[in-house]
C-alpha cells in the first residue's frame, strides 16, 4: 500500500523557515549553502517514508493516527508530526528542530 502524502501550509513554511535558518547561520560562517541542502534532503528523504509506512512512528498523543516521524540530521535532526488520513493519505502539519517542540 502507497500513501499520498501533502503537507499544509503551515508545514511548507516550516520547511522554508528551516532551510533559511542554516542558510543564513552558514552564510554568517562564510559557509555555502552545502549544509541547507542536506537538511532538506535529509526531511524530504525521511518524509519519503510515510509514503510507504506511517504506522511505524511514534505516537504524537492518545490519537493513534496523529504521528511523529524522527528526521536524523547532526546532532538532533528534525520531528514532523503528520496524520494519516485516511488509508491511502497523509498530511504533514509540521516539521521542527528536535530540540523545538511547540507544535503539539
Given at each position: 500500500m502507497t500513501y499520498r502524502v501533502r503537507f499544509t501550509r503551515e508545514?511548507?513554511?516550516?520547511?522554508?523557515?528551516l532551510y533559511d535558518f542554516v542558510l543564513e547561520r552558514e552564510l554568517d560562517r562564510g559557509s555555502g549553502l552545502e549544509l541547507a541542502e542536506r537538511a532538506l534532503e535529509a526531511?524530504?528523504?525521511?518524509?519519503?517514508?510515510l509514503s510507504?509506512?506511517?504506522?511505524?512512528?511514534r505516537k504524537a498523543g492518545g490519537d493513534p493516527f496523529i504521528r511523529?516521524?524522527?528526521?536524523?540530521?547532526?546532532?538532533?535532526?528534525?520531528?514532523a508530526l503528520f496524520e494519516i488520513e485516511s488509508a491511502d493519505s497523509i498530511v504533514v502539519a509540521a516539521v521542527?528542530?528536535?530540540?523545538?517542540d511547540d507544535y503539539h
Open positions: 508545514a511548507l513554511q516550516d520547511l522554508e523557515r526531511i524530504e528523504n525521511g518524509i519519503a517514508t510507504f509506512s506511517p504506522f511505524t512512528c511523529e516521524l524522527v528526521i536524523p540530521f547532526g546532532g538532533s535532526g528534525y520531528v521542527r528542530p528536535q530540540r523545538e
